[in-house]
């Protein structure tokens, strides 16, 4: 299976060290975003917007791609 199809195909079954290069590429992915903007893993209500904003906004570009691998 290629990359691509790996995080955007729902069709199929993954292996298990697909599924962990996957999983594991999400979230490096992830954290590399959250720690390159400086935007916390947790924001609270007392951060400002923006950076509650662009967390929503992270959270809601890996879901898809989280969502096939898993």
Known sequence: MDV????????????RTTYWIGSLSVLAVELGLRLGLGVPFTPMPSDPLPV??????????????????W
């Open 52 to 69: 509650r904003a662009l967390s929503f906004v992270i959270d809601l570009v890996l879901l898809y791609p989280a969502a096939m691998v």
């Open 4 to 15: 691509v199809n790996l995080f955007i195909s729902p069709e199929g079954r993954i292996n």
